[in-house]
């Protein structure tokens, strides 16, 4: 027996309580989740119970569990204890001696027990104090005051190595959750304990060459027997280990290689490789591509170019935050059925943003699978952070380890430094001091990845200009990414997208409300009232309501009562990023990627997620599955012309027709007009520009665009704000074809139709779609869903723009 498992049921108690409180926790976990388990707390997500569980947070825990070894796990020369994640300030004693204290929960625990250990019963406890109150105790330890920023709720978070948004954030509940993450175990090593498998790549003509690496840590020295297997090909290897950390490397080469590729760009081949000893086993999957991340001058500044196997890719997706505020509750299937919604949206790139965790393992096994490119921020965001030296080699620690263990992904394309510090620097008079500052934890940042994996690009955080330097870093459309929240914080019209021009967008965004199952789900009855302390309670950003509000008397007719008003919310926030996008995508290779914010929720809220914290797609998923196709039309207006584009990000050409027709609010059509459309690989081209004047504005156009290989593609176009078209009242009706087809059809043209099923976070095959008389649209649910005929009749309700209002 080398190895024991001690993921599992624990005790938990509060420090202090008697025996008697015990509660039974499984690992890994959280301490919120298993007093939910018990219903010694109400569920912090509905209603304001988030109030009345903060004590939770404010106590130390103890997790307590027993378990039996054999004498020959102890013959071994070490065994050492792995907890993957303890979060945070845990001290972890083994038959009552202490083992060893953490303080940074992104740094896995390996520690030398054996001298602890007996043999058949031992004890392991870990005793994990209150986050608040370790910060606080931080605080008074800095050599000047640092700026936490707007987002947390606990003071001084800035200053603990611990998930940012755990003390809320201005889409996130605040619940400082204590835990125990990943796996826990013993393991028994005569030789040497292998800390980490990467591979280096190095792709010529038709070959690519990869160097295995494996870290070993030795307690004294030796020799080990290493066994690489990559791709049905064997190399053994004995080695003489020196005491402290050895590397062993094995060489292989793959001709013809299948290459791994981004979603839409080509398969996702991975190869399996496996590293062993006689004690021990690491496998992982590689995939082989060649990354190149470009940001060379050129005369329009600087741009930013993902290259993949010589193909630059127009990265498309969002940013990711947490799947969950519990910890528990991030199960692999969730990140399946996320990262598959992301996928399902032609998404390409996901942004991990700084404020959230580096993620778990699935994450990003998940991400190679499904051909994810994942843009990974070190967990630093919208703070300043300290630089005094013990805190650098703390953060040197977790970046190495991070770095290590993440690097033989095929997707990861990017390590970056943070989110948005830089910008706060300014905040302060103390300009210079809070330079240096930043400087040095960015010089640690950059110095260990470039240590660590110099196969990779670093960028100081996000947003910056290059990899060099960071002036003004919002609002520069010339070098660099761009975080673009005029739209949003500053309360710009959607026109406004029209007048920045970024090279890469990794931040913009827009708020809505989450399925109306999902507010009825945390908002009782007698609070379902937008202005409701309960909704408030669930809306995060202190300005969010009053710029929906705001934005739907731009653009909208003013809904009427609660569902309307959430209902209008999607719409309005859909046509948000619509517009953003679209034209940003018109704009390839000058800009060359978009991800907004934000991909999910951690709790029921109204945010910027284009899918709520229940799994439901709002509106924005499916017009960004729409306006993220490989090849769109759309139209941008400006204030005389109304220009027709075709975008294509495909590898090879495209040919196909293009059909524009004109019709009137009644559903006459007032004009049609057909295109021939062939277009290279990776290209964006105006294909026409009307005299916006031959258009009435009481009409619209739809944009038909089928491809010769089947493909197709619609889009639908107001030539003014929605708010001053008569839209007629269409009667809708449906026709059930089976219990997962459904027939929709209309008499008038009807907008933004939607189907939701009550309670049921199901994804229609399309939704949020214009229905136009004369044309039946055949809605799927993708699997049977396993639901009554009946029964799903009664769930579905469907709304539309016209619907919303009542004159
Ligand atoms: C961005 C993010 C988050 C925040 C969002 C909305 O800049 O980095 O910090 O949640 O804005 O305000």
Redesign the pocket.
Same mark, same amino acid.
């Given at each position: 027996m080398d190895k024991i498992l001690l993921n599992g049921s624990w005790l938990l108690r509060r420090v202090g309580d008697d025996f008697k409180s015990v509660v039974s926790s499984v690992l890994p976990g959280d301490n919120y989740s298993a007093l939910l388990s018990y219903e010694l707390i109400p569920d912090p997500y509905i209603g304001d119970n988030e109030k009345s569980v903060q004590w939770v947070g404010e106590q130390s825990w103890t997790w307590f569990r027993e378990f039996e070894i054999s004498g020959e796990l102890l013959q071994h020369r070490s065994v050492y204890l792995n907890i993957d994640a303890l979060d945070t300030f845990g001290e972890i004693r083994i038959n009552g001696c202490v083992a060893c204290q953490s303080d940074n929960m992104f740094k896995r625990i390996r520690v030398e027990v054996r001298d602890l250990l007996q043999v058949e019963t031992n004890t392991i406890e870990i005793i994990i104090q209150p986050p608040g109150r370790e910060a606080l105790a931080e605080s008074v330890r800095q050599p000047f005051p640092l700026y936490v920023g707007g987002?947390n709720k606990i003071p001084h978070m800035n200053l603990i190595r611990k998930v940012q948004c755990h003390a809320g954030?201005? #889409?996130g509940i605040c619940l400082p959750v204590s835990g125990i993450y990943g796996e826990i175990y013993l393991q028994g090593v005569n030789e040497g304990r292998i800390e980490h498998v990467y591979a280096e790549q190095c792709h010529e003509e038709g070959a690519c060459r990869i160097k295995v690496i494996c870290e070993i840590i030795a307690e004294v020295e030796g020799v080990i027997s290493l066994c690489f297997e990559f791709n049905g090909e064997i190399i053994n290897k004995t080695e003489n280990l020196l005491a402290g950390l050895n590397k062993v490397a094995a060489d292989f080469q793959v001709n013809s290689p299948e290459l791994w590729y981004p979603a839409g760009y080509g398969s996702q081949s991975l190869y399996e490789l496996k590293v062993s000893t006689q004690e021990q086993v690491i496998q992982k999957r590689l995939g082989l591509r060649k990354l190149e991340v470009l940001s060379e001058p050129d005369e329009k500044g600087r741009g930013l170019v993902f290259r993949i196997n010589g193909i630059d890719i127009f990265c498309k997706g969002a =940013?990711w935050i947490p799947m969950d505020a519990l910890p528990w509750r991030q199960t692999p299937d969730r990140y399946e059925k996320l990262l598959g919604d992301a996928v399902a949206a032609n998404m390409n790139m996901l942004r991990v $943003? /700084? /404020?959230g965790q580096y993620e778990s393992d699935i994450f990003y096994q998940l991400c190679d699978e499904k051909g994810i490119l994942v843009w990974q921020d070190f967990m630093f965001?919208?703070a300043q952070y300290p630089s005094t030296p013990d805190f650098l080699e703390n953060v040197r620690g977790e970046i190495e380890y991070q770095v290590k263990r993440l690097r033989h992904h095929a997707c990861i394309a990017l390590w970056c430094g943070d =989110? &948005?510090t830089i910008a706060l620097i300014r905040l302060d008079k103390n300009e210079y001091r809070n330079l240096l500052n930043f400087e040095r934890l960015n010089k640690t940042l950059r110095d260990t990845v470039s240590a660590c994996d110099p196969e990779r690009t670093f960028r100081p955080g996000s947003p910056c200009r290059g990899s060099d330097y960071y002036e003004e870093p919002f609002r520069d459309e010339t070098q660099g990414d761009m975080?673009y $929240?005029g739209v $949003?914080?500053g309360s710009e019209g959607f026109d406004a997208f029209y007048r920045v021009q970024p090279r890469f967008c990794s &931040?913009f /965004?827009y708020q809505s409300f989450p399925a109306q199952s999902t507010v009825e789900w945390y908002a009782p009855e007698g609070s379902r009232n937008v202005t409701s302390p309960i909704m408030e309670f669930h809306q995060r950003?202190g300005v969010g309501n009053s710029k929906i509000v705001e934005m739907f008397s731009r653009y909208f007719r003013f809904p009427d009562g609660f569902a309307n008003f959430i209902y209008l919310s999607q719409v309005q926030q859909a046509m948000a990023i619509k517009t953003g996008v679209e034209y940003w995508r018109t704009l390839r290779p000058h800009c060359m990627g978009t991800l907004y $914010?934000?991909l999910n929720d951690n709790w029921p809220v109204a945010s #910027?997620s284009s899918i709520d914290y229940f799994g439901n797609w709002k509106q924005l998923h499916y017009h960004a599955k729409r306006f993220y196709a490989p090849v769109i039309a759309t139209i941008i207006q400006t204030a005389d012309a109304a220009e027709l584009w075709v975008v294509s990000d495909l590898p090879r050409g495209f040919s196909g027709k293009l059909a524009v027709a004109q019709y009137d609010f009644a559903g006459k059509q007032l004009n049609a007009f057909d295109f021939d459309i062939d277009l290279d690989a990776g290209c964006s081209r105006c294909i026409q520009s009307f005299a916006l004047e031959a258009f009435r504005r009481d009409s619209f156009l739809t944009l038909e665009l089928m491809g010769k290989d089947m493909y197709q593609h619609e889009n639908v176009h107001f030539f003014t704000e929605y708010k001053r078209c008569d839209l007629e009242v269409p009667v809708i009706e449906l026709e059930f074809t089976s219990d997962h087809e459904i027939v929709f059809t209309t008499d008038k043209p009807a907008f933004f139709v939607f189907a939701e099923l009550k309670g049921c976070p199901a994804v229609f095959s399309d939704n949020s779609f214009t229905l136009l008389p004369g044309k039946a649209k055949k809605i799927f649910l993708p699997e049977p869903a396993q639901i009554d005929l009946p029964v799903l009749k009664e769930k579905l309700t469907v709304r539309h723009l016209r619907g919303s209002y009542t004159e």
């Open positions: 987002m954030w201005d #889409w =940013n $943003w /700084g /404020g965001a919208c =989110n &948005e975080h $929240w $949003w914080h &931040e /965004g950003s $914010w934000q #910027w």
